[in-house]
């Protein structure tokens, strides 16, 4: 079967998912308000990995809506992408970098998502969007770097894809390419039964030029054979790839299970890069997120059992100002640190402020 033709296959209402997993009567009216809203999108393999036995399975959490989603504290753009945006589709909050969602659609709807605020595009609109995205970055020089997000990059058509990067490394300014997908994580058959996706992939990577593919593994369950297949290829292609994890309550919130996620991914090939502080999202804040404090301390503890290669990453906030590091706690305060900052005087600030226990982001904990 080909990708395209299992991707159509996704979980998508509770009838279907009723035949996998059990499904209490009185969750079915709490779940079906949730997924008007945020709809469900589950590929039958995500679903395969899932422990049926076990109610608090970390895939189920991530795959399957919950009741705690009706919980609306938080906000839908947490890290100001409206205020950065130059016009749909384009953002650029740091001088070097830019941003271009590519499409709304994703081979899964994570639960924990914090852009969950988008809507649909066509192929003609993203074909559009990236032709005057094109020509934006080629204006601006100061812009080394294009990360093309969404949604998932690799759910548009191999021929999108390949034309999109065709344009973009044509730049002479632009040093590298980054495009984020969890297809790895997913749905690894998108990059294991499309080899002219691999090719495509391979004619853009190029020695001075290289594309990075921004993955997201959040639990070591997802570190299966077939994703391993799927990473493999991708980095035989000529392609370097980078991990994101965002630190979720019930998922990777033990300091075992970070340590086992981020060594597993070394393992295969994958750097860890970024820990993030997961964002009070609407939605999501009440059901994912744990205090900034609580956070800190399992990271720091799940690095005495990792190497130096696993402990590449940073624990980050992608804050409205910036992506802040969490490099410290000393006494009863926190210290920060500007790792990237929207306003040039920031950049490399170090600052702290009194711990508040319940505090999940920078905003919730008070000045010293
Ligand atoms: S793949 Fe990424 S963008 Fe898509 S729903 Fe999951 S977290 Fe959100």
Known sequence: MSWQKEFKKNVKTLDELKQYLDILPEEE????QVIDIHPMSIPRY?????????????IRRMAVPSADELDVAGSYDTSGEKENTKFPGLQHKYPTTVLLLSTNICSMYCRHCFRKRMVGLSNDEIVDRFN???EYIKAHEEVNNVLISGGDFLTLKTSIIDKLFGDITKIPHLDFIRFGSRMPVTFPDRILKDPELLKVLSK???????????????HKNEITEKAMDGIDRVIRSGVIINNQTVLLKGVNDSPEALAELQNGLVRIGVNPYYIFQCRPVKRVKSNFQLPLIKGYRIVEKAKVNMNGHSKRFKFVMAHKTGK???IGAIGEELIFKYHQAKK?????R????????SAGWLDEQPYC
């Open 344 to 348: 040039p005087e920031d950049q490399g």
């Open 46 to 58: 995500y679903l395969s990995l899932i422990d049926k036995n076990d109610p608090k399975d970390p």
């Open 204 to 218: 853009h990577s190029a020695k001075n030029k290289r594309l990075y593919m921004v993955t997201h593994f959040n």
């Open 132 to 134: 005057r995205a094109v």
């Open 29 to 32: 009216e709490e779940l079906s």
């Open 324 to 326: 802040i590091e969490i």
């Open 350 to 357: 170090i600052f702290k402020k009194k711990i508040r226990y």
